[in-house]
């Protein structure tokens, strides 16, 4: 334990640092110290371990008090493990907690690494999107249509290769084969994706002229899909593998089919109810009768009672939409939109007149239901 140093001394901290400072102190050791910036210094690896465990004690609420209390001893035996104990992170772990994400590609990419990333030559091809109208009526039956769509096919002439001979490649000379591009920025070291082969570590000889080496062309296809009865608008379907296709061979990419449904000149829709008005004349509306309603499935009709008021609401049950996961269907909402006539000749004005005079105000209840309550604040 007399040969350890102060946690503080190794991290170049005051024992009353913040954490960030504690972090930042960190950082720019262990950086200079990492192994992979000095290969076979055995000095400098122990100065990297001598670090984290540094970091790991002073970094941690619990463990800094009981540090700062008893010192070294605080962590001899079962008391938690120092030194060779088995109680501390490894220091590369620590260095990933540290440093993981915050250069972009991983910590690995600031030392030259990551040479695993090169891509497959066969990449996949883009996903694609198409935004595909229809009416309410074709949503309600579900149907099937055609559409024409601008995308990348295989090439025929190279058979998807890319390459006129069919086997025509080469190291790309701007990565080394690698896929990638280093570059240095002070004591990091940045990697990308090679821009000449892009991230394939290889390049096409002979080129084929027809695709000039990507190994597919752009193409109008025809295909068609069927749409389920009860979709609305928003709703998105998947067409597998009638996306792009893939670069020099690779799998093609997916198609996804938005929907939009029509605005309707009946129908308003609300999930899977549908609503409507329809208009009914004075003397059906005061008399009764039955009046004939339109539905996405043919005419129905409804009972009228006498004396029916204009907003009066009739449910038609299932007459609505169809339940796209196979549930109940909708219902059909009727609003009642009584019609008062327009142009009536003096015969029959006077015949309106002798009408209400006959019946009177009691004959309203409405009316009638109205006044009563509006008396606190009319003069009537």
């Keep these: 334990m007399a040969n350890k140093r102060d946690y503080y001394e190794v991290l170049g901290v005051a024992k009353n640092a913040g954490a960030d400072e504690i972090k930042k102190a960190y950082r720019k050791l262990a950086m200079q110290f990492h192994p992979d910036k000095n290969q076979g210094d055995k000095a400098a690896e122990e100065k990297f371990k001598e670090l984290g465990e540094a970091y790991d004690v002073i970094s941690d609420a619990d463990k800094r008090a009981a540090y700062d209390r008893y010192g070294h001893q605080a962590f001899a035996g079962g008391n938690g493990g120092g030194g060779g104990g088995g109680g501390f992170h490894d220091p590369m772990d620590l260095f990933r907690e540290v440093f993981g994400g915050a250069f972009g590609g991983g910590f690995e990419d600031m030392f030259g690494g990551g040479g695993g990333r090169k891509k497959s030559a066969k990449q996949r091809g883009s996903d694609l999107r198409y935004d595909l109208e229809i009416s309410l009526e074709e949503a309600a039956k579900g149907v099937e249509k055609e559409l024409l769509i601008e995308r990348s096919v295989g090439c025929a002439t190279c058979n998807s290769s890319g390459s006129k001979s069919g086997t025509g490649t080469k190291k790309c000379n701007t990565c080394g084969g690698r896929g990638v591009v280093t570059r240095s920025a002070g004591i990091f070291v940045q990697q990308s994706e090679c821009p000449s082969c892009h991230g394939t570590g290889e390049l096409i000889s002979d080129p084929c002229d027809s695709c000039r080496g990507e190994g597919r062309v752009q193409k109008e296809t025809s295909l068609k899909i069927r749409i389920p009865a009860g979709v609305d608008t928003g709703n998105r379907l998947r067409s597998s593998g009638n996306g792009d296709g893939g670069l020099r061979g690779g799998p093609a990419g997916d198609l996804y089919v938005f929907l939009i449904i029509k605005k309707h000149d009946v129908f308003e829709r609300e999930g899977n109810d549908l609503f409507c008005d329809i208009p009914v004349s004075f003397a059906t509306a005061t008399l009764g009768g039955e009046k004939k309603v339109p ?71 409405m009316e009638e239901s109205f006044f009563a309550k509006a008396k606190r604040f009319l003069d009537l």
């Design 295 to 365: 539905t996405l499935g043919g005419n129905s009709s409804i009972k009228i009672p006498a004396g029916t008021q204009g907003g009066t609401v009739f449910r038609l049950k299932e007459k609505g939409m169809p339940n796209l996961s196979g549930g109940r269907s909708g219902d059909l909402h009727v609003t009642i939109q009584v019609e008062i006539p327009t142009k009536l000749n003096t015969e029959q004005q006077d015949k309106l007149r002798a009408f209400a005079e006959s019946i009177g105000e009691k004959n309203s209840p």
